[in-house]
């Protein structure tokens, strides 16, 4: 997608930085949603609970960083991806298939997304370079958040999921095409 140039007052730095925060704060709001439908499905089936408490505590972090963005949001005065509610059904649909789909099924997925929101978050600072150092440093925090996720769902059996390539390709090429989508949307 091309992007027009800025604005009149508006300086390419500043629109990396909008453009980062929205599609941060679109990631972030769908990791939750997708542990939301994680634990939905785990907590009303009693021998999962040990993988609720793991996923719920997971779930915490990905709140904590939610929290970050909100609040970055408001102070910016960044417009958030228009497509939240998209990605409120679909991260809560991905969470409580996943989980159908038993313990390793899940832990895939959360290696999947993980994988990819490390390596974007690794990109963004890359990016930022000084221009940020606020979102660099968030970025940076978060990403290392992000990896203790995945290596937790790698410990928990991911990679022996029923269908773990085939399941971890087509996440990871969701959550590819969402953030594509929610930098601009």
Known sequence: MRQSPPMPGESAAARMSDEMIRVDHAGEYGAVQIYRGQLAVFERIGAHAHAARIIGEMEAGEKEHLQTFDRLIAERGVRPTLMAPVWRVAGFGL??????????????????VEE????HYARQSQRLG??????????DRFREDEIGHKQTAIEQGAREAPGYSVLSAVVKLGCRAAIRISEKI
């Open 130 to 139: 000084r221009n940020d150092p606020e979102l660099e440093e968030f970025t």
């Open 95 to 112: 969470g409580a298939v996943t989980a159908l789909m038993g313990e390793r099924a899940a832990h895939a997925c959360t290696e999947a």
């Open 116 to 119: 990819v929101i490390e390596e």
